[in-house]
């Protein structure tokens, strides 16, 4: 009897210790959780807001944002721009990855100034990822960019085919736009360097400056000429693939990088229902010169980046999801089928993409340094020192005579003499009728009002 009163109580112990111990494990774990969390909060992992409202989050020592300006295709679209990304680190830089046609009305919403975002990496030449230059360039200029910009793009199969000559001859082409503004624009904002590099270099280094590095690996695409881009800084790493098929060199070189922006083209049967393309051309520019849905996940697989962007499709309720199913069937990491306007926090800690809220009536903001028409007063183009353009009678019937000199001293002085010159030479006063002679200095008269 005794010896079983021991026995029942020795059980009863047994059972409650383990159980009380099984408690005081499993409280203890909870509080280790709540510990971490704790610790998160307050150390390293930032909080963000569910939008991202441009201008109003300072990026820390650390930290890299990624904005999509442009994530869609030449077929020009309100919703998606041809591409491009801007790129902002902690230490201030910003860098623009392609310059997609239209990519610029949505750079407009950030409130940066241009001067701030001078230097631009071109991946290859179609107008979907360079079409916006000239808005960058000449938009710039306009909205009062103090400084000139940089350019690195690739070579090509010959000298003109490489960027140096798209890009000389995009601004050559602006003659008419630059000489009609000459006189309001110094020489400084005017400055173009192009880094043309070799399209076929390996891992190069492109751009080494302020702790930042840019490589590039070849890219396969369409004709000679594409390549894609790695960035480094401060442990962070970006990658953009520009338009390629999967290739071997981006799969190496871009291993483990912390965001890895990549092109996916349509689905095959999107490509036949939607775009109307036969089975065999829908194959075939999927495999050759894009990258299938499959293949993304492929490469995904293959990099394994903490997020995987995909982008260069129409990203719609009726696209996005096939898309998707088909990436999802080789590869189950994070991964982003981009829009317009999302951007993405980077950290050692945390990767975060988010949408941006904007306001499509955004003004120009404040170019940064010191104005350079105070330091060039007088660096006009010689077109505007030339007599080109007579004010014949005013509407008082006096004949007035003036050099383009004299107009522009007049402007440059801010000293009128009762009559309102305006820099284009509209005539203001009173009610009478004024007649404007232009008359060019090669004798063409391309202009007569009454
Ligand atoms: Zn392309
Ligand atoms: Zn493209």
Redesign the pocket.
Known sequence: MKKRITTVVAIFLAVTVTYQWGRLAELSSVLTLVGEANAKETSEERKYRDHYYPGTEQLAPDEMRVIALGTGMPNARMSQAGSCWLVELGNDDKFFFDLGTGCMEKFSVMGIPYGAANKVFLS?L?S??YGGFQSWWMGGLVAGRRVGVEVWGPSGATPELGTKYAIDKTIEALNWDITSRSGRLPSTPLETKVHEFDYKAINAVVYEQNGVTVRTVPAI??IDGPVSFILEWNGLKFVFSG?TTPNKWLMKYGKEADIFIHEVFFTVDDLQNRFGWSLGASIQINLLVHTAPPAFGKVMAEVKPRMGVAYHFFNDFDTGAAIQDEIRKIYDGPITLAKDMMVWNVTPDTVKAREIAFSENSWPVEEPGPDPMVKFPNDFGKIRRQKWVELVADDTGTTVQKTQQAITDQLMCGAGNGVAYSPRIRHSAGNGPVTVRWSHPSGYAPNQRG
């Open positions: 290859h179609h979907d990822h695409h369409a338009d």
